[in-house]
């Protein structure tokens, strides 16, 4: 069904729990598995050796965070490859996935409120709406 499954990752739980359901799907369908992290480009202007280094420290962590999905992935016997890309988290998830050829984002939903959903909308609404491809909103 899936052969190639994009699952994002940032570290927060709804994150880990898309993780861990994409390495279910990736094992039973023998799909490749893909881990995104998306620093995300801050939109502030001046103080630039600040933002550097916020971006930085967001690099390190997200690559932390790509080698403990790695690991989680061998443990369960899936092969999962890890990427780390600048920009907005939707845009550059949806991006991606254009440019791999994949046929499957798995995406975790964060705890907002109605209203903050309906006056921020969220990554994973702005994902399913512009993907090129199947999504997965796991909660």
Known sequence: MFTKILVAIDGSP??????AAAVDLAANSRAELI???????PEVVGMIDE??????????YLR????AAVNYARSRGV??????????AAE???????????NLIVV????????????????SDRVSEHSPCSVMIVK
Do not use: P
């Not at 092969?79 to 907005?88: A, D, Q």
């Not at 991006?95 to 791999?100: D, M, P, R, T, W």
């Not at 964060?110 to 006056?119: D, E, Q, T, V, Y």
């Open 14 to 19: 709804a994150s880990e729990k898309a993780l």
């Open 35 to 41: 881990a995104l992290g998306v620093v995300e480009v």
């Open 51 to 60: 933002v550097d280094e916020i971006r930085q420290g967001t690099e390190a």
């Open 64 to 67: 932390q965070i790509n080698e």
């Open 79 to 88: 092969v999962l490859r890890s990427v780390l890309v600048r920009g907005h």
């Open 92 to 102: 550059a998830i949806v991006k991606y996935a254009e440019s791999e050829g994949v």
């Open 108 to 123: 975790g939903q964060r705890g907002h409120s109605r209203i903050a959903r309906f006056l921020l909308g969220s990554t």
